[in-house]
């Protein structure tokens, strides 16, 4: 498989209040095209942060200071932003954690999904009355491709009329209706109930399959990363701690933060065994000494975890962030 | 805190101070704090600052220009009015009527506004109802319309003006203490001071009042501004202070009949009131900014 | 919103009203003074004519009886004789009214037609120099007295640079026929081009004058309510469809941003008609403020009691329309 997005060495810095905030530290990753990368962390570990700068939307005070992110053989840091905002959307297209918010409330659906259109379909007719009905025919398409019933008539109405599950749809349908290369879905399932979660995460997956399109999806959920996902990816105050093939990776942890993370979830193959939530708090991101940061909560630190420590090599396709990862069990 | 010692109460005194320090780091709204100072320090020592006396005509003196103009004189600073009055002296004791009435509809309407406020919103039930009806009647009038009706029926004069503001000005505060009222009176301090056995004189004056003074004074600040400008519009009309008391509104309307030969005599006097009502506006939303940051950008 | 809930809404506007119909006429009846007297001033009278006035005024009747009557009178806009005029109040009204609509709706265009641009590009630019002075400039515009401003409008540029109009709605050099009693439809209806030009010349400076505490005040809700929806995650999530910038600013962030706008705009509205008496008041405006400012030295009091009556009815109804506009824009809030 060729690489789609490649990112070395990321670095994106907010100037806050404290002092110089470092969000993402360092972060390297690499995404195949087809292919679905899990990125799994806390909130505050970095991972929404690390894709909004690949889209390149971070927000005043934040910008990304070092580091090169190449997607599609080209370094996106050093393009202008207009040729930026023609990728966004066309080649990257994101899905936000909240549909309720992230849909306009006062432009109904019809207009969100055709302005996306509007914006980068160079297929489409020029001339007006064609070009609207060309526009409407992809609209009616898409809502029918998320699963949405008469698609005809709730092009018409607002977000407010839908309920959550089907706005979560529609916000899927205008993030794919260009067909993008690579989805980064920012914690799609959060703001669902339970039974509404599976649908949706199934009707990524199975869209991601029939449009052969590379998925990020980013969750703090691993039960979603290990149904999903090829690969995995876990971050922690900033940095990547963890990477590899999803089964290896939840089948033997290299990292304590990992294993940790598996162990405060309920799985059915430790049905009876008690959860072990990690003990501490994830540190304070202002004026980290360059040293381990999970040695404070890690069950394993030693004196000489005090060091700056590089990703290692933890087996085929496998890295993680540890001086002690053999002992990790 | 005699009754209820064991109520926990909510650190209201350590927040005042640091909102104190965090309003004085703020320089302009501190310059500010001076400029309006110096009002006042005007205002109260007027006969001593005051050149001239303000009322003492001098036909001789008709419309002279300020003192760094030809024909003017350095007794005479800011030059004289129709009268041959000292203009500057004018202003120091316009001062007086524009302070003066600003601060006494404030503590009227205030003082008004916090009790109804208290019990519409401690209370509830129908007392919430009559007073939320007056006051939306009241909010029925515009301001300026609704004094000048009230003065047109009482006639003029400095407590007659007091009056006009005052009837709808209570209702600001008033709506404020009542949402913060609402806010707070299911607050756990104020609900173990209820469970102690204290009444409602006392939860409401001693455990509700001081936690919800901040916005209240921050509220009768920035109206205390627009409270200058409007019995300035109401002497400008013609229905304030009576000649020949000097107030700001009468002096610039006195000077509407000279603009094409006399620009100073209406210009000066209407700095002063820019003057005092910016002053008032910094400083008020500086304190916003330090003491009720909800409503600061 | 439906018919039904806006039914309510204006079913609860009645008791508001009679409450300021109530206050208006308790002003009046408190008012010291004999109305019998002031209406017939000088002249000498009998007492049996004296006695047939104060039954015609109704004086006779207990103050209850004469509320309910002064509010059936006032619901078909009879508010009695002008003392002064010698004709129905509501007749002299009508004459003023629609000098002062014209002056208030331009004062209401000029604000809007600056506030907005303004406070947008302030929010786009957040802490620069330009955001700065537009704050200092709308602190300043809250701080004017108006009276004072419109003196130094005139001073300027009508004593000193001789481009505009000291006073008045137009000259007397213009004859137009009144048709609405709207200067500048008038003269369009008559085809006076010169005329129209002449009537907006007259307006501009008290417009400007009653504008600007409004365009101030607007100004600064336009910036705090677009800097707020700039922080939303639609905004975020249209930046990453890929819109063009003007795209996001105009259509998703702007059409949220004016929400509060609209809906303030219309609550200030209502301040304008207090502005009206002292911008008509320096700028000789023959509009209803300057006719009501008269009318108080003149104790011509039932013609102030109209106008009071009037404003405030007007000041309950933008304060509606206020709250409507607010819900018919919001998609979300329902009624």
């Known amino acids: 498989m060729t690489v789609l997005l490649e990112v070395t060495n990321l670095r994106t810095e907010f100037n806050a209040r404290a002092g110089l905030v470092r969000a993402v530290d360092g972060v390297s990753l690499r995404v195949s095209r087809g292919e679905c990368l899990g990125v799994v962390g806390e909130s505050g570990s970095g991972k929404s942060v690390t894709f909004s700068s690949v889209m390149g939307l971070v927000r005043s005070p934040g910008r990304v200071t070092q580091g090169t992110i190449f997607f599609d053989g080209r370094n996106l840091r050093d393009l202008s932003s207009e040729e930026m905002r023609a990728i966004r959307g066309r080649d990257i297209a994101m899905t936000m954690q909240d549909a309720l918010t992230a849909l306009n409330p006062a432009l109904t659906v019809g207009e969100q999904l055709a302005e996306v259109l509007e914006a980068h379909d160079e297929t489409l007719p020029s001339s007006g009355s064609a070009r609207r009905a060309a526009i409407r025919d992809r609209s009616v398409e898409m809502l029918g491709l998320v699963g949405i019933p008469s698609p005809d008539t709730r092009l018409r109405q607002y977000p407010h009329e839908f309920s959550g599950g089907m706005r979560q749809r529609i916000m899927i349908a205008i993030a794919l209706a260009c067909r993008p290369k690579l989805l980064i879905a920012d914690e799609p399932t959060t703001a669902l109930d339970v039974t509404i979660q599976a649908q949706v995460l199934e009707l990524i997956t199975d869209i991601r399959e029939r449009l052969g399109m590379a998925v990020v999806l980013i969750t703090h959920d691993l039960g979603v990363v290990a149904e999903h996902c090829d690969r995995v990816m876990v971050m922690y105050a900033g940095q990547v701690v963890e990477e590899g093939p999803t089964d290896q990776v939840i089948g033997q942890p290299r990292h304590p933060y990992t294993r940790g993370l598996l162990a405060s979830i309920p799985r059915p193959a430790l049905r009876g065994q008690p959860l072990t939530p990690i003990s501490g708090q994830v540190p304070d991101l202002v004026g980290l000494p360059p040293q381990c940061r999970f040695h404070s909560r890690c069950p394993l630190a030693r004196p000489e975890c005090l060091v700056e420590v590089p990703m290692r090599d933890a087996g085929p396709g496998r890295r993680a962030r540890c001086l002690r990862l053999e002992d990790v069990e | 805190m005699t009754d209820a010692t064991l109520a926990p109460t909510p650190p209201a005194d350590s927040l005042f101070r640091r909102n104190l320090r965090e309003f004085r780091r703020n320089r302009l709204a501190m310059a500010s704090v001076i400029v309006v100072l110096i009002f006042v320090i005007m205002a109260v020592a007027a006969p001593l600052i005051a050149p001239q006396d303000p009322n003492a005509t001098d036909l001789f003196r008709r419309l002279q220009p300020p003192a760094w103009v030809q024909g003017g004189d350095w007794a005479y600073p800011l030059g004289c009015d129709a009268l041959g009055r000292d203009i500057l002296s004018r202003i120091i004791y316009g001062a007086r009527i524009s302070i003066f009435i600003g601060v006494a509809v404030i503590i009227l309407a205030t003082g008004v506004g916090i009790l109804a406020g208290l019990a519409a919103g401690y209370f509830r039930g129908w007392v919430d109802v009559v007073i939320g009806r007056v006051v939306d009647i009241l909010l029925g009038f515009p301001y300026l319309i609704f004094a000048i009706g009230l003065m047109a029926m009482m006639g003029p004069g400095l407590m007659n003006i007091v009056l006009a503001l005052a009837y709808k000005e209570w209702v600001i505060p008033c709506r404020v203490v009542r949402g913060e009222t609402l806010a707070v009176r299911e607050l756990e301090y104020v609900e173990a001071a209820r469970a102690l056995g204290a009444g409602p004189r006392h939860i409401m004056w001693r455990e509700i009042l001081p936690n919800i003074l901040s916005p209240v004074i921050v509220v009768s600040t920035i109206r205390m501004a627009n409270v200058i400008i409007l019995e300035a519009s109401l002497s400008f009309l013609g229905l304030g202070v009576q000649p020949p008391t000097a107030s700001w509104g009468s002096m610039v309307s006195d000077g509407r009949a000279f603009i094409l030969e006399a620009w100073w005599v209406s210009t000066f006097p209407g700095l002063a009131i820019l003057l005092l009502v910016l002053a008032i506006n910094v400083a008020s939303q500086g304190l916003r900014d330090a003491f009720d940051p909800r409503f600061s950008e | ?335």
Not at chain 3, 58 to 63: E, V
Not at chain 3, 257 to 262: C, G, K, M
Not at chain 3, 279 to 284: H, Q, R, S, Y
Request: net charge neutral.
């Open chain 3, 1 to 335: 919103m439906s018919l039904g809930k806006l039914l309510e809404r204006i079913i609860q506007l009645v008791p508001v009203l009679l409450g300021v119909s109530l206050i208006v006429f308790v002003m009046l009846a408190l008012t010291p003074g004999d109305p019998v007297q002031i209406m017939v001033g000088e002249q000498a009278i009998t007492a049996e004519q004296e006695a047939e006035l104060r039954r015609d005024l109704g004086l006779d009747r207990p103050l209850v009886e004469r509320f309910f009557l002064f509010v059936a009178n006032a619901v078909q806009f009879d508010f009695g004789q002008s003392y002064y005029h010698g004709r129905p109040v509501a007749d002299v009204i009508a004459e003023r009214l629609p000098a002062t609509i014209e002056l208030s709706l331009v004062a209401l265009i000029v604000a809007l037609a600056t506030a907005i641009p303004l406070g947008v590009l302030a929010a786009i630019r957040k802490n620069s120099i330009f955001d700065r002075m537009a704050t200092v400039g709308s602190l300043l515009g809250v701080s004017l007295p108006g009276f004072w401003f419109g003196i130094l409008l005139i001073m300027l540029f009508a004593v000193h640079l001789q481009i505009l109009p000291v006073s008045g709605r137009i000259g007397y050099a213009s004859e137009v026929l009144t048709v609405t009693g709207f200067l500048l439809i008038d003269t369009l209806l008559a085809g006076d081009i010169a005329a129209f030009g002449e009537a907006l010349r007259y307006l501009l400076l008290p417009a400007i004058t009653l504008g600007l505490p409004m365009t101030a005040i607007l100004m600064r809700v336009t910036r705090t309510s677009m800097l707020e929806v700039m922080r939303q995650d639609y905004i975020t999530f249209a930046e990453a469809k890929g819109l063009p910038r003007r795209r996001v600013l105009y259509r998703h962030a702007l059409k949220n941003a004016l929400i509060p706008t609209v809906s303030v705009a219309a609550i200030e509205t209502g301040s304008l008609l207090g502005g009206n008496m002292i911008v008509e008041t320096v700028f000789g405006w023959p509009g209803l403020g300057r006719l009501v400012v008269e009318s108080i030295f003149l104790r011509n009091y039932p013609l102030v009691q109209a106008a009071v009556l009037l404003y405030a009815v007007t000041y309950v109804l933008l304060n509606f329309i206020a709250d409507i506009l607010y819900t018919v824009l919001n998609p979300r809030v329902k009624l």
